[in-house]
């Protein structure tokens, strides 16, 4: 304690501490200077209440501006010392596998550094998922020091809050946009208008009003799952045929099928990522859950019904995909299409996205990735307009285009 004395005392006297409080410790001294919001943030935190101080977290290693890189990188494993509760929830849930499904994507490693080491692009919100040591250590090293606590995707640093963390706007950094547009959706549903008029007080706070937080993490879980998962693929195949055909073309696209229709190494990739249910039990916990949570503002039966709806528009989905995905197979087949070296396991390969080299292909992968996921995620969010306009017209459209473009390179060829 002397030696810490000591050094508080220089900090003040060259400048890059504030005069403290009695109360202060060195640390919250010198940052009040530096960097006051984290110190007013962790102020306000539960963490300070309790005495959670800088050095729980970041040790006590870092004590001048000349050793801030021996300041301790707070990690998901230094939450779990207290909150082991929460972290065993959370590594049950899909948002632990975030950095592992980003990360198996094909093309991926393609993206600039800016965009992948500089958390701008996939990774600034699939940071979230939980990370080894060895990955922590490599970010660190290349200068990544935000993203591997994975818990303060939620609740922000440095105060931790479980009010913020707990309201829909929490979610809405990473889920919009082109390929999972829920926060559009839900905050343009009659469930996020109820919402947000309780909270400008319109309506009473008490009135049934779901948030995200309400379906996806009840009671305070941290684990989220849903039955369909984010592709809207799952095993086993359905009873009707042509939705059965269809949903095996889509998997082949995926690259989980081969061309030949039997499984392929990628199938381990889903399994590890949890990014599809694999067995009808599986994803009947998850729907059965869903309308045990429902049921709490509507009754059974309207529960069943409108996600049988939402199922159904699946279907319809499928079906429009599945066509456009053999129309560009049929390219391959007939040699007017080459197959790039990185579809190692489909042609298409629609995980390839923006990578794939051709118009046609980039079509498909649009049509797959932004207006076949607005056309179910739409319906289960209960906001038509998405699953409609941005979603099912989308695809019919996209079809159409696709269709023509494989006319016009038949024709060209002769």
């Known amino acids: 304690m002397r030696e810490l004395a000591i050094l508080y005392l220089a900090a003040v006297l060259v400048g ?20 006051p919001g984290i110190v007013t943030d962790w102020e306000m935190s539960a963490h300070a209440a309790n005495d959670v101080t800088c050095s729980v977290c970041h040790g006590d290693e870092h004590m001048s501006p000349e050793d801030t890189d021996q300041a301790r990188l707070a990690t998901w494993k230094t939450c779990e010392g207290c909150h082991a509760e929460q972290v065993e929830q959370f590594k049950a849930g899909k948002h632990s596998l975030a950095w592992t ?14 965009l992948l080491e500089g958390q701008k692009g996939c990774t600034g919100c699939h940071k979230i998922g939980l990370k080894s040591e060895k990955e922590i250590q490599d970010l660190r090293d290349k200068g990544v020091k935000y993203g591997s606590a994975s818990c303060d995707s939620c609740h922000t640093r440095h105060l931790f ?38 909270q400008k007080g319109v309506l009473a706070d008490t009135v049934s009003a779901p948030k995200c937080q309400t379906c996806h993490l009840p009671d305070g879980t941290h684990e989220n799952d849903t039955a369909w998962g984010f592709l809207a693929v ?10 059965a055909e269809d949903r095996a ?27 599809a249910k694999l067995t009808e039990e599986a ?9 045990n949570i ?11 019904t409108e996600l049988q709806k939402g199922d159904d528009m699946i279907r319809e989905a499928d079906h429009l995909m599945a066509e456009a995905i053999r129309v560009v197979a049929s390219l391959y087949d007939e040699g007017l299409l080459e197959k790039p070296d990185h579809y190692a396991y489909a042609h298409p ?12 292909e980039n079509k498909l992968f649009l049509m797959f990735l932004k207006h076949r996921m607005r056309t179910f995620q739409g319906a289960f969010h209960m906001n038509p307009d998405y699953t409609l306009w941005y979603g099912w017209s989308e695809m019919v459209r996209d079809l159409q285009e696709i269709r023509r473009l494989a006319a016009e390179m038949r024709e060209k060829k002769g």
């Not at 099928?257 to 990522?273: I, S």
């Open 249 to 275: 073309t889509v998997l082949q696209g995926l690259g989980v099928l081969g061309p030949d229709g039997k499984p392929t190494d990628r199938l381990e990739v889903v399994k590890q990522a949890r990014v």
């Open 101 to 114: 499904s980003a990360n198996a994507m094909p093309t991926t490693h393609w993206q600039p550094m800016a």
């Open 283 to 291: 994803w009947q916990e998850k729907r059965t859950e869903m309308i």
């Open 349 to 360: 390969d629609l995980l390839a996205f923006h990578d794939a080299p051709t118009v046609v």
């Open 16 to 35: 890059w501490g504030a005069p403290a409080t009695a109360a202060e410790t060195p640390c919250e001294a010198c940052h009040r200077s530096h960097t």
């Open 234 to 243: 799952r095993l086993p195949m359905p009873e009707d045929e042509q939705w």
């Open 161 to 198: 809050s479980t009010e913020e963390a707990s309201e829909p706007e929490a979610c809405r950094t990473c889920h919009m946009g082109i390929d999972h547009p829920q926060w559009e959706m839900y905050e343009s549903s009659k469930h996020g208008v109820r919402y947000l008029l309780s």
């Open 294 to 304: 429902c049921s709490g503002c509507h009754s059974e039966e309207m529960v069943k």
